[in-house]
């Protein structure tokens, strides 16, 4: 991976940069614009960027009519069986009109279809959604986060924290994180948990963890990623590090799923607590993005710390910059976590460096099946 991030660095713009200021010079002016949607080698420009400004003015619209769909089991319900809109509003419990009208918008946005014989079926992107409740869940749980981004530019000038995301991830504006008592966990645990399977099978299907004696998931929630990795690997022994209240339950968890032999559960705070000894991989789930650089800095340095000669860490995370991706880096988890009050996606160059000041080495980004869910960093301990 190379080095750090050259954002910003001067230099005079290049060719590309000028003939793009150039062409948008000319797309800003409204007679050129009028000009170009006529002319026919330049329509299919026009139309593609009017479709893509109007996507962003509809995003809202768009989503809502994937909540209502996901709030009224419309994709299940469809996977089962394609119907008559009759009889699917009758099953949603919707006006008939009402039915038909949301049949409609979802399928204009791919999520359902309508059949040559006027029935409603599954669409490509509803297909997507089944089997997944994690998603299912996301998509709900965005109701606090679009209520936080309902001002967008308040969000960006007031400072951090105080938000319905802040306080829904108790550990990211508590003073003291350790004190995060159960009932605040809850709710972001018992999502993370239902999000998993997608991230887990992402890693699982990059990296094999059968090499290891120990794997140590720190922030590893309740355990549902180690689950998943001890249903593939039968090697390595189970240890959980997460928050007091959190690391409670991943224990019964672990009992119930009948590792309770196989797995050693820790109760700390990554923020002051050292980790514990004795794996010789420590994995960050969906961890390190949601601390401000000094805090993912020392924790880095303290995962660095209990690691054996020979260890190695893995990151699993969505990062910034990924290609075909650019908007859940840079957009979403961007203004996901300013609403959440701690964090920032990182591009891979930019953990690189935080893992090189930490004492690791040899980073590599391996290639995960869909990076827009998860991209997955391992580095070795340098040796000294
Ligand atoms: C046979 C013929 C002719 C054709 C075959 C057609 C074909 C190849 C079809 C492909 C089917 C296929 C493989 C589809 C795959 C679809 C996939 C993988 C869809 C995945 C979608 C994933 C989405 C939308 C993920 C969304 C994730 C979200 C919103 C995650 C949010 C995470 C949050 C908020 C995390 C919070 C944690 C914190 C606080 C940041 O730490
Ligand atoms: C976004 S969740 C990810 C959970 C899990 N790794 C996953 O991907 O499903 C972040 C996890 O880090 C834990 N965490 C946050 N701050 C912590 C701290 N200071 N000490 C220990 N764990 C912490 C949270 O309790 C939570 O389980």
Redesign the pocket.
Known sequence: MSGADTLGAAGPPSFLDRFRSFREGLAARPGFRRWAARFPLTRPFARRRARALFDLCAGFVYTQVLLACVRLDVFAILAQQPMPTQRLAQRIGLPLESAERLMAAAASLGLTARRSDGAWAIGPLGAAMIGNDGLAAMVEHHAMLYADLADPVALLRRPRGGNALSSYWA?SGAES?GEVGADR?RDY?AL??AS?PM?AEEVLATYRFDAHRAVLDV???NG??LRAVAAEARAPRLML???PA?AEEARARFAAAGLGARASVFG????KDALPEGADLITL???LH?HDDDVSSALLARIRAALPPGGRILIAEPMSGTAGAEPMGEAYFGFYLLAMGRGRPRRPEEIAAMLAAAGFARPRLLPTPTPLLTRVIVADVASP
């Open positions: 550990y994180p966990i645990t993370m948990a998993q991230v922030g590893g929630g549902a990623f590090f997460d928050l959190v700390g705070d990554f923020t789930v969906r961890v949601d």
